[in-house]
């Protein structure tokens, strides 16, 4: 955490995509059964944008840039949940979420961070959004087809 005690109360969501709306879920370790999307709390002195792309590496082994990013311009705020508080400042009970996306060409297996996930899985979106385990994750999803009949298609 980059010398940090707590982790801050900041993080992203990146939905990672074909054009075809195919979707990638990850399973969390712990809790086993916690499927997801790529998350993870900013660091210190860093940007969403720059833990956006740190997320998508670590938890996946794609290199991206900033440009291959979507910005939604999208924050959610939720509570955390109890089991993970302790990962926080005393008193700290709500996290607030930016929201990107990736799109990539076609489905392919990614690099897993085995602390942090142990299985991935390509869905189409609708069965994507019925896994995922959050709600803030469950709705990015469905905005997806509306999202993405306003960006340009994947590189090739």
């Known amino acids: 955490m980059a010398g940090l005690p707590y982790k801050r109360p900041i993080s992203v ?10 979707v990638l879920l990850l399973e969390r370790v712990v809790p086993a059964g916690f499927w997801q999307s790529v998350t993870g ?6 940007s969403p944008l720059q833990a956006a792309i740190r997320e998508v590496n670590e938890e996946t082994g794609l290199a991206v840039s900033s440009g291959q ?5 999208h924050t959610n705020r939720f509570e955390i949940l109890k089991d993970w508080r302790a990962r926080y400042a005393p008193g700290v009970t709500h996290n607030t979420e930016h929201v990107f996306s990736l799109c ?13 996930h142990c299985m ?7 069965e994507a959004a019925g ?9 990015a999803i469905l ?5 993405t009949a306003q960006q340009p298609d994947a590189p090739g």
Not at 13 to 22: D, F, G, K
Not at 69 to 73: C, P
Not at 131 to 139: C, V
Not at 143 to 147: F, V
């Open 13 to 22: 969501l990146v939905v990672i995509h074909t054009t075809t709306l195919q």
């Open 69 to 73: 990013l979507h910005d939604w311009h």
């Open 104 to 116: 990539v060409p076609t489905p392919r297996p990614v690099r897993l961070a085995p602390a942090e």
């Open 131 to 139: 896994k995922a385990s959050s709600w803030t994750n469950r709705d």
């Open 41 to 46: 709390s900013l660091e210190a002195d860093e």
């Open 120 to 126: 991935q899985l390509w869905l189409p979106f609708e």
């Open 143 to 147: 905005m997806l087809p509306r999202l």
